[in-house]
């Protein structure tokens, strides 16, 4: 599988961003995907994931409320809006994709690149 991220960029607080990523080729046709973010100084960190059909979602405490995972399952994309950004979500975000949904958070198969998000105050 290949992932392809994009839409990362400078936002104030309390702005909005979508992020985007394309799964593409083999061995999964339609994998579980997440959203993984790495601040600087720190280790890489969960930030939601969602099952192949779309179905099942999951977040990290502190983005719950504020960030959206979703997918458009003929494209095989996964979106993450993320709204009412804080500095503190100033972070390298990374797609990630897994067979099982339930592998999205402990051990993905594949990451994309990374691709920069910086909320300024």
């Known amino acids: 599988v290949q992932l392809q991220a994009s839409g990362g960029g400078l936002v104030q607080v309390g702005g909005s961003l979508r992020l985007s990523c394309t799964a593409s080729?083999?061995?999964?046709?339609?994998?579980?995907m997440g959203w993984f973010r790495q601040a600087p100084g720190k280790e890489r960190e969960f930030v939601a994931y969602?099952?192949?059909?779309?179905?099942?979602?999951r977040y990290q405490d502190s983005v719950e409320g504020r960030f959206t995972i979703s997918r458009d399952k003929a494209e095989n994309t996964a979106y993450l809006q993320m709204n009412n950004l804080e500095p503190e979500d100033t972070a390298v975000y990374y797609c990630?994709?897994?067979?099982?949904?339930?592998?999205?958070?402990?051990?993905?198969?594949?990451w994309g690149q990374g691709t920069l998000v910086t909320v300024s105050s």
């Open positions: 969602i099952s192949g059909s779309g179905r099942s979602t």
């Open positions: 990630a994709a897994a067979q099982f949904y339930s592998d999205v958070k402990s051990g993905p198969d594949y």
């Open positions: 080729g083999p061995p999964y046709s339609r994998p579980a």
